[in-house]
């Protein structure tokens, strides 16, 4: 009874991290925004175009037929219930990123909102702090970064997540390992479920990456570098004003 339960929330949670990544992907479309001057800091291009490769094999055979099977397994009130949780358990990232922003009250209230949906939510399943008004204040690594003043560093990609800055990233796995660590203490399962929740919705929003070149770069990992190189000048030009 105790392992059908069990793999019963696994399946919840990768569920839910496919249904977050569908709702709020990682890179946005740039295709209908003005063309921008980039110029790549990319010391790492052998590195990256291998695990370019990687991703794209793994959303191809491993991460559309996941999603496409769960989402006809798991009816659509099971999936906006694993949708909270994973909003649930984004709440701690939001306060170091808020205060990192210069928020404190942006902080307090991802605090408050995880507090109050980790007990009246029953760990997060419905949104009560919405319901009661604490609307979520979400700020990314990387806008944090630029905020603080500091470089986001030079573009790689990361297995399984997709493109990103060295040192966005390095935050992002330090937060991640110090959150799994602590959730240990609470409950084995917990910590596990979180740690598949993360990894699922990370590869999920490789789906939304482009895998089209643009029909004047051949390349699309050159495609994809600038896109997201855009994605952060737009980041950063828009906390630095």
Known sequence: MLKRAFVGLILLMVQCGLTMAEISPVLPDTAASPVMSVVADD????????VFN?????VREVVNPTADWLGWLL???IQQAGYNVYNNLTEPEFIVTNLFDGNSEGAIRSGQRFAINSTLGIAGI????SWMGYERREVEFIESLCAAGWDPGAFIVLPAIGPASVYPAVMVTGFFAVEWYALSFISSTLATADLVVD?????ASLRHTREVPDERNPDPYV????E?????ETRCLHRSL
């Open 43 to 50: 010391p790492y291009e052998t590195f990256n175009r291998q």
């Open 54 to 58: 990687f991703n794209a094999w793994l």
């Open 75 to 77: 009816p659509l009130p």
């Open 126 to 129: 419905w949104d009560a702090a």
């Open 199 to 203: 990894l699922s919705a990370s590869a």
């Open 223 to 226: 495609v994809q570098r600038e």
């Open 228 to 232: 997201f190189m855009r994605y952060l």
